[in-house]
């Protein structure tokens, strides 16, 4: 069993930074792809971002292109989500995914999910 928990959510302005970490613990993530998805209320659950196994493949949602930046290090059992030019439809809760298939679907319905965090951007 792998266990995630999020952290780095919070109350920003529109235009703000934000980054977002993940802590993986429990049974080997060798060979996963991780990511970064999101559920706002009434909107349909989108995966955000996803990296590889070897952090050298990224993959994001285009509505974040160019403003979101995904990272893993897999010595410290880590992933994070630099987030940067926040806006008001940013706003949603940030779940930490794992899954052995590398995309945006698979993140999206990933084998593994954190409990999430808030992240709520005003404008």
């Known amino acids: 069993q792998v266990t995630l928990v999020e952290s780095g959510g919070g109350l920003v302005q529109a235009g703000d930074s934000l980054t977002l970490s993940c802590a993986a613990s429990?049974?080997?993530?060798?060979?996963?792809?991780m990511g970064w998805l999101r559920q706002a209320p009434g909107r349909e659950r989108e995966a955000v971002a996803a990296?590889?196994?070897?952090?050298?493949?990224?993959l994001y949602l285009d509505s974040v292109k160019g403003r979101f930046t995904i990272s893993r290090d897999n010595a410290q059992n880590t992933l994070s989500l630099q987030m940067n030019s926040l806006r008001p439809e940013d706003t949603a809760i940030y779940y930490c995914?794992?899954?052995?298939?590398?995309?945006?679907?698979?993140?999206?319905?990933?084998?593994?999910r954190g409990q999430g965090t808030q992240v709520t951007v005003s404008s």
């Open positions: 990296v590889n196994w070897s952090g050298r493949g990224t």
């Open positions: 429990g049974e080997s993530l060798d060979g996963y792809a």
């Open positions: 995914a794992a899954d052995l298939s590398y995309s945006l679907p698979h993140i999206q319905r990933p084998h593994y």
